[in-house]
């Protein structure tokens, strides 16, 4: 009797589920919105830019070097820095641990490419400003990097633009460093950091 009920009402049920299934089912996209879906999953999709970035990803020492004039000596400081990628491969994140002139300091910067721009891109912030240093450039297959960025001067209220260097002299040591005006307006090197990966 079971199995006869059974029967009977398993043609209803499927009947019922129809609708619902196909409501279920994926849209239609005319050729416009297909082709806008194409572009928005090329832009998005992790390449070997983003590859080469997370080649990158571990724990490093620093040794970091700064200049207020270019014929003084520089202050020399150490730290840490720790490198992941987010978002599923598309960003990497570096955190930094050190002192700037016998503070404490901390540092978050990110850095990725654009598939749209064909540019790498990196944003810095710390805990000596509130607000943030916006960066764009290149890299070469050998992971050399060139950036130019700017941020708004405390003193001034202006803003200030530089360009950054990056460079791998060994498997395990890249060398960033920092120019941008010095006090007669001429560019000067500001920072040179020595990344060491433990």
Not at 86 to 110: A, D
Not at 138 to 145: K, R, T, V
Not at 152 to 162: E, F, Q, S, Y
Not at 177 to 188: A, K, L, S, T
Request: net charge negative; aromatic share 8%; hydrophobic share 35%.
């Amino acid at each position: 009797m079971h199995r006869m009920l059974a029967a009977a009402l398993l043609p209803l049920s499927l009947a019922a589920a129809l609708p619902a299934l196909a409501q279920d089912a994926p849209p239609q996209l005319s050729p416009e919105e297909a082709a806008m879906m194409q572009a928005y999953q090329q832009a998005g999709t992790p390449g070997a830019a983003h590859a080469a970035l997370a080649k990158t990803v571990g724990d490093y020492t620093l040794s970091i070097r700064s200049w207020n004039a270019p014929d003084a000596p520089p202050t020399v400081e150490t730290g840490t820095a720790t490198r992941s990628m987010v978002l599923g491969g598309r960003v990497l994140v570096e955190q930094v641990q050190s002192q700037m002139y016998g503070q404490p300091f901390t540092g978050h910067g990110m850095h990725g490419y654009d598939n749209v721009t064909g540019k790498h891109w990196a944003t810095w912030n710390d805990s000596m400003s509130t607000g943030l240093m916006v960066s764009e450039g290149s890299c070469d297959d050998a992971g050399a990097c060139s950036f130019t960025g700017s941020w708004n001067d405390p003193v001034t209220k202006g803003r200030i633009t530089t360009r950054m260097t990056s460079r791998w002299t060994s498997p395990t040591v890249e060398v960033f460093e920092m120019y941008g005006p010095g006090p007669d307006g001429q560019e000067m090197k500001m920072m040179e950091i020595t990344y060491t990966r433990q």
